[in-house]
């Protein structure tokens, strides 16, 4: 049985959690937030961060426990067996291809927004940013963590620096923050907000690939919790107390104008720089997991065999990576020829990610069962992801089509063994 070579540490895990996380919604959630709530979006913001804390636990707990690149398709396996970890693998597989392109199309509009690009010319750029980044992981995960970790780190390194010259100028306007305390404004904000911090399922895909899980793990996810978490809470903060509430560019790119306000109409260039650096450190963390749950799941026999495979040379899943390359360039070539809405592929991405937390909130619960405490924790997640899942309508479809899949084919197999068998007694 093929095994990833284990060669990450603790800086390996806070820069893929970061990478995982901070994504192209960071350049828009801040003001979407805000323009449905007003400052009232600080609270929301809040309550998410303390919300989201069992997830965090839940992930990291079950990633140390089961360490391997089948991630959420292996909790599921052990809490379910293998007939509802091959539904989950699909699932998961059809998650990645649509989800990878549209976060580097968000990235690619921003730079197109900074370089004047056409539309045609950004989709390239888009799949460009997706090719370095699968040529970078195709070297192996030394290389791989290597990029990402400098990236991660320059992409920390900015939006620190933006939150250091801009905060003197929020903390002045703090006295003139009106907040009106409306629940249902907060909770409409909170769903907008989930969205930012999604991203912990990925980590589950590489942790076989640390040299000390157990310990690594869980340190890593918690410091990069609290500095991810530190990072979105003043950047809102700076946006709600420099921004109007009703302007245009508070939900079209929110940072890009906190630092026109702050420090002048450099701030066109400041975000082509930010957008570029946020989407090569989100891709990289998603292409990387990705590329481990297909082989994963190859090497579990829930996903076609020719993907069990690792380069010789640079122990990479090499077969995973092109065929990914090859997924996410199909998908924006439909984007491109279709007009397909972005916003449609955020929502099959999201309910698709959303049912990949309740399987493993599931899995996380059945396998404490004996323990209360992890059980209350279990259900409270599984609650908020299942109040979560009511946003969702038609696009669910999608997920179920993906989930039943496996269970058409092996129907299919049956038939086909039988018409053989009855062949063969005709004979």
């Known amino acids: 049985m093929h095994q ?10 806070i820069s893929l959690t970061i990478g995982s996380i901070v994504g192209s919604g960071l350049l828009a959630l801040p003001g979407l937030a805000y323009a449905t709530a007003g400052a009232d979006a600080l609270l929301a913001w809040i309550f998410m961060v303390i919300l989201v804390i069992p997830l965090v636990i839940i992930f990291g ?9 089948g991630g959420i398709v292996g909790f599921t396996a052990i809490a379910f067996g293998p007939g509802w970890a091959r539904s989950m693998a699909f699932l998961m597989a059809g998650t990645f291809p649509v989800g990878i392109p549209a976060l580097a199309i968000i990235g690619a509009n921003y730079l197109a927004y900074a370089l004047g690009l056409g539309r045609t010319a950004t989709l390239v750029t888009a799949f460009l940013i997706l090719a370095l980044v699968t040529a970078v992981h195709l070297r192996g995960s030394k290389t791989g963590s290597g990029f990402q970790n400098l990236t991660a780190l320059l992409l ?4 620190v620096a933006i939150s250091v010259v801009v905060l003197p100028k929020s903390i002045a306007q703090a006295a003139s923050l009106e907040f009106s305390y409306r629940p249902a404004l907060v909770w409409s904000s909170m769903g907008l907000l989930f969205w930012a911090f999604t991203g912990w399922e990925n980590m589950s895909f590489t942790s076989e690939e640390f040299v000390n899980p157990r310990r690594d793990f869980p340190l890593g996810l918690g410091l990069s919790f609290i500095l991810i978490s530190i990072l979105y809470l003043v950047l809102s903060f700076n946006v709600v107390a420099l921004l109007e509430r009703n302007h245009p560019m508070t939900v079209q790119a929110p940072i890009a104008e906190i630092v026109r306000v702050a420090i002048g109409p450099t701030a066109g260039t400041v975000v082509a720089a930010l957008s570029l650096l946020i989407i ?19 090497r579990e026999g829930y996903l076609p065999s020719y993907f069990n495979h690792l380069h010789p040379g640079s122990g990479a899943p090499d077969r995973s990576l092109l065929f990914m390359l090859l997924a996410y360039g199909l998908v924006i070539i439909l ?3 279709l007009h397909i809405d ?22 996380f619960i059945k396998i404490n069962h004996k323990n209360p405490v ?3 924790l279990g259900l409270f997640s ?6 979560f899942m009511a946003v969702f309508s038609y696009v669910i479809i999608y997920a179920l089509v993906l989930m039943l899949l496996p269970v058409v084919l092996d129907l299919l197999q049956q038939k086909r063994r039988s018409l053989r068998g009855e062949i063969r007694r005709a004979k």
């Open 335 to 337: 984007v491109w020829a």
């Open 156 to 159: 920390t390194l900015i939006l």
């Open 4 to 13: 990833l070579k284990k060669t990450l540490t603790l800086k390996d895990v």
């Open 61 to 69: 707990d079950l990633s140390v426990r089961y360490p391997s690149a």
């Open 342 to 363: 972005l916003e449609l592929l955020i929502m099959l991405v999201n309910v698709n990610l959303l049912i990949g937390y309740l399987a493993s909130i599931a899995a």
């Open 382 to 387: 599984f609650l908020l992801c299942l109040v």
């Open 374 to 376: 992890r059980v209350i």
């Open 280 to 298: 090569l450190v989100n891709a990289s963390a998603w292409v990387w997991g990705g590329s481990r749950l297909i082989f994963g799941g190859a």
